[in-house]
């Protein structure tokens, strides 16, 4: 398995430019979320979805959009990008929250601003 | 959702020594699970341990958790250069409903060889 999978690994973009960063994970996995890392600030999370068709903003969702169209995908959508959405951006997976299951990150994509 | 509090921030030890790091958080919770992060890597779980457990063990870690102070620890034990990374506590609270897990701003682990 190769489980959580992100690209790209890093972006820059000009501010108003638009982009989508790219996730999939192989594991069959109900539970999919986004989060940004910034310095000091922790991990916050953007979206999330419990399952194909269906998705819900978290803590700092906009600025962002998703879907969920199959179980494997969850792409995130940078409508216009601002120099505040440089961050880090790590997507993770989870069999269900229910229960307690532990989350699966990808390795990140490094997004820069300018 | 709210997020769980680690403390220290940072912390420094000699390799060998163990390390002991903190997480408060808010409320009833169902379950907490503790991360890890090397630097520019995202998050690997270590380990679960639910609201009716006090003590968990996974190999060189040890995590304990009081509910009735509503904190958790980790111990690492035998600490080595390869255990430098941020650690993260996650709280996931009882009701806590579909949203995700949590992340505070994390206990920055340096071991010096």
């Known amino acids: 398995n190769a489980g959580v999978t992100q690209t790209p690994k890093f972006q820059v973009l000009k501010t108003g430019q638009s982009m989508t960063l790219q996730c999939a994970q192989d594991?069959?996995?109900?539970?999919m979320s986004w989060y940004r890392q910034d310095p000091g600030m922790g991990l916050r999370l953007i979206h999330y979805?419990?399952?194909?068709?269906?998705?819900d903003q978290g803590e700092v969702p906009n600025g962002y959009n998703v879907s969920r169209s199959t179980t494997e995908d969850f792409p995130l959508r940078l409508l216009s990008a601002a120099p505040s959405q440089t961050s880090v951006y790590f997507c993770?997976?989870?069999?269900?929250?229910?229960?307690?299951?532990?989350?699966?990150f990808g390795p990140g994509t490094r997004l820069t601003v300018t | 959702s709210q997020q769980g509090e680690e403390d220290p921030q940072a912390l420094s030890i000699q390799e060998g020594e163990n390390a002991t790091m903190n997480c408060s958080y808010k409320?009833?919770?169902?379950?907490l699970q503790w991360y890890r992060q090397n630097s520019g890597r995202g998050l690997v779980h270590l380990i679960l341990?639910?609201?009716?457990?006090r003590e968990k063990h996974s190999g060189r870690l040890r995590v304990t958790l009081d509910t009735s102070k509503k904190s958790s620890s980790l111990l690492i034990t035998a600490s080595r250069a390869a255990d430098t990374a941020s650690y993260f506590c996650?709280?996931?609270?009882?009701?806590?409903?579909?949203?995700?897990?949590?992340f505070g701003k994390g206990t920055h682990l340096i071991i010096q060889p």
């Open positions: 993770a997976s989870s069999y269900s929250l229910a229960g307690g299951y532990e989350q699966y």
């Open positions: 594991m069959n996995h109900e539970y």
């Open positions: 979805s419990v399952g194909a068709g269906i998705t």
């Open positions: 409320t009833s919770i169902n379950n």
């Open positions: 341990i639910r609201s009716n457990e």
């Open positions: 996650a709280p996931r609270y009882s009701g806590g409903g579909a949203d995700g897990l949590t």
